[in-house]
C-alpha cells in the first residue's frame, strides 16, 4: 500500500509547502498540501469555505482530505496547520514519518504576512498566531518523529536536516 515518504505538519509560516515543493523534486516525487486540496475539491479558497461554511465545516473537509491522501498518497504530503488537532488525524498519523517544521512568530509573519488569507489570524494577527501555537506546539510535537526549526534558515538547509533526520539520500 503506498503512503507518504513524510508528512510535513507546522504553523502558518513554517514553510510547509515551500520546503515540501524542495523535498518532492529532491527524491523525484510529488507534493500534496492538504489545503490545496480542499480548495480544489470545493472550487473556492479555505478562507472562503471559512467565511461562508464555518471553521466545523472547513475542518471535515480537511479530515476527509488527510485521511485519504494518508492512504493513497506516496509522495510528500503537507498538512494544514490545524489538521493534527482532529484526534481521528491524530490517530491516522500514527507509523508514519511526520517531520515538525517549528518557526518563531518574527519568522511566520515575514513569511506569511498575517494577511486575510489566514482566517483564523484575521484579528489580532500576531496574538491569534500566538495562541494558536501554544495550544497546537504540544501536539505537532506528539505527531512528530522529527522536530526542524525553520527560523532564519533557507528552504536548501531545513531539506539537507530533513533528509538527514530520516536517513534518505
Not at 38 to 46: A, C, F, K, L, M
Not at 50 to 62: N, S
Amino acid at each position: 500500500m503506498p503512503r507518504p515518504r513524510v508528512v510535513l505538519v507546522g504553523p502558518p509560516g513554517a514553510g510547509k509547502t515551500t520546503v515540501g515543493e524542495a523535498l518532492a523534486r529532491r527524491w523525484g516525487v510529488t507534493l500534496r498540501d492538504t489545503d490545496r486540496i480542499v480548495e480544489e475539491t470545493q472550487g473556492r479558497s479555505v478562507s472562503d469555505i471559512f467565511v461562508q461554511d464555518g471553521e466545523a465545516a472547513f475542518r471535515a473537509l480537511e479530515r476527509a482530505a488527510v485521511l485519504e491522501e494518508l492512504r493513497i498518497h506516496d509522495g510528500v504530503l503537507a498538512l494544514g496547520g490545524g489538521a493534527v488537532m482532529d484526534e481521528d488525524v491524530q490517530r491516522a498519523l500514527e507509523g508514519h514519518r511526520v517531520v515538525f517544521l517549528d518557526v518563531g512568530i518574527a519568522d511566520a509573519s515575514t513569511r506569511i504576512g498575517f494577511d486575510v488569507s489566514r482566517p483564523l489570524l484575521v484579528v489580532n494577527p500576531r496574538a491569534s498566531w500566538i495562541r494558536l501555537m501554544n495550544a497546537r506546539r504540544p501536539v505537532y510535537e506528539a505527531v512528530a518523529s522529527v522536530r526542524v526549526d525553520t527560523a532564519g534558515r533557507g528552504v536548501d538547509e531545513v531539506v539537507a536536516e530533513i533528509v538527514a533526520a530520516l536517513g534518505e539520500p
